[in-house]
């Protein structure tokens, strides 16, 4: 089976940086996804990891350690469009990602 | 346009009437599967499909049919709709080639059952 730990909820000013972790046990590895998700939308594809390292697009970036089960969204000059949940999802041997519960970012001024 | 389409998008039924939800797909993606979800318990797949005709149950299939007779097209069946299937339903594709994947979801179909 599979395992994916995202924090529930988190809250960061505007303009600040916020990190968001994510950590997985899985029965073999072919990927992680990152997406946004706002309420009552589809979720957006944001990031996608198979390899260990750090890909950066614009004001995010994700890292991903195979070895060590462990992913992060990196989330620079918030702005309050941000406020969203973010989702993490692996997939595992099957080529069949499975989500974590989502972690709801809340962006104040 | 690349997209997932789903139909209806909103959806009020009674309990035991049966329906469908249709999910389509324009980008010759090989991988379907269907999710819903729920407050608290996150995105949940239901089925997937690898290829034409094959599909295969996801982590809460009960209560629920599929199909993938084209490759374009999965639709998602409940035979006998029960208040606890209403949820947030999600259709996605994914291309099985490799390299930097993306998931396309569909809009979402809500789905009251009364």
């Known amino acids: 089976g599979q395992n994916i730990d995202q924090p529930t909820e988190m809250t960061a000013t505007e303009g600040a940086i916020v990190q968001i972790n994510c950590t997985y046990q899985?029965?073999?590895?072919?990927?992680l996804f990152w997406y946004q998700q706002h309420a009552g939308e589809a979720p957006t594809f944001l990031s996608y990891?198979?390899?260990?390292g750090l890909e950066e697009k614009g004001r995010f970036s994700s890292f991903l350690s195979r070895s060590k089960g462990y992913s992060y969204l990196l989330l620079k000059e918030l702005q309050m469009k941000d406020s969203a949940s973010y989702l993490c999802?692996?997939?595992?041997?099957?080529?069949?990602?499975?989500f974590g519960r989502g972690t709801s970012l809340i962006v104040h001024p | 346009e690349a997209q997932v389409t789903q139909n209806p998008r909103y959806l009020i039924t009674v309990t035991g009437k049966k329906l469908t939800v249709t999910c389509s797909q324009n980008?010759?993606?090989?991988?379907m599967s269907w999710y819903r979800q729920d407050p608290g318990l996150g995105l949940r797949q239901i089925y997937y499909?690898?290829?034409?005709?094959?599909?295969d149950k996801g982590d809460v299939p009960e209560g629920y049919k599929v199909s993938r007779k084209e490759k374009r097209n999965f639709p998602l069946i409940l035979e006998s709709p029960s208040p606890n299937q209403t949820s947030l339903y999600f259709c996605?594709?994914?291309?099985?080639?490799?390299?930097?994947?993306?998931?396309?979801f569909g809009p979402g179909t809500r789905l009251t059952v009364l």
């Open positions: 980008m010759n993606h090989e991988y």
């Open positions: 999802a692996v997939r595992g041997g099957s080529y069949i990602p499975t």
């Open positions: 899985t029965s073999g590895f072919n990927g």
């Open positions: 990891n198979v390899l260990d």
């Open positions: 499909s690898m290829n034409v005709e094959a599909t």
């Open positions: 996605a594709s994914i291309k099985l080639s490799g390299g930097t994947d993306t998931q396309y």
